[in-house]
């Protein structure tokens, strides 16, 4: 069973840069070629951020940034901002009409 | 500007059956993929499951496989999620959600979401 894995929880501290990180319990994220950023406020549906690894959606803020790091997807936010105190998800499409979410990371600024 | 506005969401009990809809706008809806994604109360996103632009072609999470089944009406632009034999971990909300198409593919418009209760 594919489980993908994301940090529970990360800190970082306002104007600071921050990593979160999207990968799997057994291989490399690089041979999925769609791996999506989400983000979640409380109350509100989940919006998209980047997909393609490294395309922001549109409306995305340009602090927001997609990479590869190792074996891990990676959304760095550069210049953290009180609104980005919520949740990111990763999505993977397996490639066979199957997508599966990762556990999501809880973000806080402070 | 795409609109996603779902319904059906209620309180059933245990074994029971729900269908729920999501009707489209602001797009040609018979040429995207469409999905259902759910959320626990105070969990994480949940994929379950998938259809095609034409529906000729559906998916689905193991978790459902068996009792849920996706459909969509073209004519009508509406995404369906018909769902048998209802247990308590279905209990969530449910959202509909537009796949972007070809090269692009990600989640790029979500319902509001609805909930699904199952207790006894």
């Known amino acids: 069973q594919t489980v993908v894995t994301q940090e529970p929880s990360l800190s970082v501290s306002p104007g600071g840069t921050v990593t979160l990180t999207c990968g799997l319990n057994s291989g490399s994220v690089s041979v999925f070629s769609y791996v999506s950023w989400y983000q979640q406020t409380p109350g509100q549906a989940p919006r998209p951020l980047m997909f393609?690894?490294?395309i922001r959606s549109s409306g995305a803020p340009d602090r927001f940034s997609g990479s590869i790091l190792g074996n891990k997807a990676a959304l760095t936010i550069t210049g953290a901002q009180a609104d980005d105190d919520c949740v990111y998800y990763c999505a993977l499409d397996m490639g066979n009409g199957i997508w599966v979410f990762g556990g999501g990371t809880k973000l806080t600024v402070l | 500007d795409v609109q996603l506005v779902q319904s059906g969401g209620a309180s059933v009990q245990p074994g029971g059956s729900l269908r729920l809809s999501c009707e489209a706008s602001g797009f040609f809806f018979p040429e995207f993929a469409m999905n259902w994604v759910r959320q626990a109360p105070g969990k994480g996103l949940e994929w379950v499951s998938g259809i095609t632009g034409s529906g000729g072609r559906t998916y689905y999470a193991a978790s459902v496989k068996g009792r849920f089944t996706i459909s969509r009406d073209n004519s009508r632009n509406i995404l369906y999620l018909q769902m048998k034999n209802l247990r308590v971990e279905d209990r969530a909300i449910y959202y509909c959600?537009?796949?972007?198409?070809?090269?692009?593919?990600?989640?790029?418009?979500w319902g509001q979401g609805t909930l699904v209760t199952v207790s006894s």
């Open positions: 393609n690894t490294n």
């Open positions: 959600a537009q796949e972007e198409r070809g090269g692009n593919r990600h989640f790029e418009s």
